[in-house]
């Protein structure tokens, strides 16, 4: 293991070593992965994604220079629809990178394309995607059920024919699936407010996200 001060401490040089090793590893460990990937017959919308030759790199000092550090090497992949895909590599491999840049929330210039059902992505992109940070700023005095249900009535207003019982059904069913019903009423807390845990606020965060019909999820460390 490495840590951030022996980071800082190496040349250069030493430091594209690393990366060159961590970066064999990588392909080492996948090399052999074979997954069977099937629809899920409860998707109901298609949203397939591609993308080719994704890389990411930044300027850093080096010195009286500035030298080119690549954060992502170059990189092409494809996700049916109905598919549920794990990015998976050791820390500092550019899993969220690639996740940011996915998901279009990376505004730093990037090389390669993305494809959406075939498609470049347009303005409309982000109406049918959903994003699942690794930590999610929700209003500390929010319950959860209002937190999934502000997000329900934003994103997918709920037919005429539907009843507000039958709403709140179909809301009570996906916590209850999330193992949320139990804190339905409490609180989402935060540093000021006590609220549910860690892991049930992540949870919270992947029942706003299912709630909002979106057509693709991107989830950055939901587990």
């Known amino acids: 293991r490495v840590s951030v001060r022996m980071l800082q401490s190496m040349a250069v040089e030493d430091l594209d070593c690393l990366e060159a090793r961590m970066v064999a590893e ?69 899993k969220t990178t690639l996740l940011d840049i996915l998901a279009g929330k990376k505004n730093a210039p990037y090389d390669g394309t993305v494809l959406f059902n075939g498609h470049e992505r347009d303005k409309f992109f982000p109406r049918v995607a959903a ?31 539907m009843t507000g019982e039958e709403h709140a059904a179909n809301l009570d069913q996906l916590l209850k699936d999330l193992g949320l019903l139990h804190v339905r009423n409490s609180c989402i807390g935060g540093d000021r407010v006590r609220g549910i845990s860690g892991g049930q606020r992540k949870r919270a965060s992947l029942a706003r996200a299912l709630v909002s019909g979106a057509h693709i999820m991107f989830c950055d460390e939901p587990t």
Not at 132 to 159: D, G, I
């Open 26 to 94: 990588q392909r080492r460990l996948i090399q052999d992965v074979d997954l069977a990937l099937e629809r899920d017959p409860k998707a109901t919308c298609d949203g397939s994604l591609s993308w080719k030759d994704i890389s990411f790199s930044v300027e850093v000092p080096d010195g009286r220079t500035r030298t080119r550090r690549t954060i992502l090497e170059p990189c092409t992949g494809h996700v049916d629809a109905g598919s549920l895909v794990a990015l998976m590599g050791p820390s500092g491999s550019g």
């Open 131 to 161: 994003y699942v940070a690794q930590s999610e700023l929700m209003p500390e005095h929010w319950t959860v059920y209002e937190a999934v249900e502000f997000t329900s009535t934003l994103k997918k207003p709920r037919p005429k024919s």
